[in-house]
């Protein structure tokens, strides 16, 4: 039986500016008496009943959980929670795993984001539900971040909603579907005269570089666009940390400041009409055309830049943060490399098992926008919930994958429902075909040529953290590379 104990979580989101109103209309003085004689004690009610308003504004849900019999952090005003997060002493991811395994036997895990309630799925198939079959129940991130003034957030598939996410997932769908997509021209040329002691990150840097130049910026354009945004965000200021700090953690602070990122827009807006993506990009336009409902309002230009963002933040990052981890998975395992190296399809079980170890992505986030029941768990959750899938967690949990610390290949010859690097239904990643063939390519190439074994300076393992909202490889990199 499902029990259901408090109204839906919107009904209580009355705007405290409503009920200090009340409060004041209640103890504005009449015409003929005051609420007290004393005007100083007057002023000191009215704070106290203003103070109380607003401990029970931010406290309303702190019992969300608890009587939901979900276990649950305990919360403390203003912070929720989500202290941990907010004081910077743990990460997103850190956040999340910790609640993952202080509860090893329990499916959900509560917690409070400020004051709204957020549940951590982990029950592979509870999550699977939310993300594709009852995806209508959880369409939202609820982020906002799409009203940003920052061109390159308002045009992120990543972080648009309703109408617009559909207009631009169709049209990225389609320039998807047209590029023409060269990958191995060039790679030869930066591979000659490699031998002994590299460092892979810079390798590997190069190498897409020149995959991202051929396919976004063609020969018409200036190709350092991409080393430059590639740079840019690699090697970030305090003001970029602090930016995706409040992105991450407020972001309605980030929308209510204006923040935006404008120094390499500014740089190369003139340059967007010559590049290759600009005309890919037209074409696509012809094909899914705006409609009167919905329109993306900014330039061709400014549009431009925002997609070249996205294949950027979105695609090459999680392309370089992979192919690093399969190459030091490799190195560790000369067997697994040899066995690659012979077959494509040893290839391809070794990139999935790269994926499981080191998601790009930790978590996957939703914002429930309708009452929704988890019917096996016998309990439900409010329109404005917010869910997190936990999915470093759950790819290495023992009850999902045996030996889940061990780098394995051959577990993915079966199927593996906890799998969800990419996330799942239609809100699953658009691009991962293509990241899959670009990672294969290389890391095919790289193979192939070379011997990849450990040397003096290669880490123990590999050192990951938070950027934004995808996770980057903090330490270089080391590996020999012997000429075969």
């Known amino acids: 039986m499902v029990t259901i104990i408090e109204q839906p979580l919107h009904r209580y989101c009355d705007p405290l500016k409503t009920s200090l109103t009340s409060v004041t209309a209640v103890l504005q003085p009449s015409a003929n008496a005051m609420f007290f004689e004393s005007f100083i004690l007057n002023l000191f009610i009215l704070l106290v009943l203003i103070f109380a308003l607003i401990f029970d504004y931010v406290t309303k849900f702190f019992s969300y959980w608890y009587i939901r019999h979900v276990p649950y952090k305990q919360a403390i005003p203003f912070f929720g929670s989500d202290y941990h997060r907010v004081t910077g002493l743990r990460s997103t991811t850190d956040e999340v ?58 045009n992120n598939l990543f972080y648009s909603e309703g109408e617009k996410w559909t207009l631009l997932r169709g049209r990225l769908e389609a320039l998807l579907n047209n590029m023409d997509v060269q990958i191995e021209d060039g790679l030869h040329d930066c591979l000659s005269g490699i031998n002994g002691d590299t460092n892979v990150q810079q390798l590997l840097s190069e ?15 200036e190709g350092s666009i991409i080393t430059c945004l590639r740079k840019e965000s690699q090697q970030r200021t305090y003001q970029d940390k602090l930016k995706g700090y409040l992105k991450n953690i407020f972001p309605s602070v980030y929308i209510l400041l204006k923040l935006s990122s404008t120094k390499l827009y500014e740089k190369y807006q003139h340059l967007m009409k010559d590049t290759k993506l600009y005309s890919e990009i037209k074409k696509a336009e012809k094909i899914t055309p705006q409609d009167g409902k919905v329109r993306i309002k900014d330039t061709d230009e400014n549009y431009t830049f925002s997609i070249l963002s996205l294949f950027m933040r979105e695609g090459y990052l999680p392309c370089l943060k992979i192919l690093t981890s399969l190459l030091f998975e490799l190195s560790k395992h000369p067997e697994v490399q040899e066995s690659v190296r012979k077959d494509s399809q040893q290839l391809d079980l070794a990139i999935k098992e790269t994926l499981r170890l080191h998601p790009a992505y930790s978590v996957i986030s939703r914002k429930c926008v309708k009452m929704y029941t988890f019917a096996k768990h016998d309990f439900l959750v409010d329109k404005g919930v917010t869910i997190t ?22 577990r993915f010859e079966n199927e593996t429902p906890a799998f969800v690097p990419f996330g799942l239904g239609p809100r699953k990643c658009i691009g991962e075909d293509l990241a899959m063939r670009i990672i294969h390519t290389v890391s095919s190439k790289i193979v192939k040529s070379f011997a990849l074994e450990k040397c003096t300076r290669t880490p123990e393992k590999l050192k990951t953290v938070d950027h934004d909202f995808i996770r980057i490889i903090e330490n270089d990199v080391w590996l020999k590379f012997k000429p075969i």
């Open 97 to 154: 795993n910790q609640l993952y395994n202080q509860y090893p036997e329990d499916k959900f895990v509560g917690c409070i984001k400020s004051r709204i309630p957020d549940l951590i799925v982990k029950d592979p198939d509870a999550a699977r539900k939310i993300l594709s079959t009852d995806f209508s129940n959880f369409h939202c991130r609820g982020l906002g971040l799409d009203k940003s003034r920052d061109v390159c957030l308002r």
């Open 207 to 221: 190498l897409l570089d020149i995959v991202f130049k051929d396919l976004l910026i063609g020969n018409n354009a």
């Open 389 to 410: 899938v936990p999915v470093e967690e759950l790819h290495k949990d023992e009850q999902h994958f045996s030996e889940a610390q061990s780098f394995k290949p051959s």
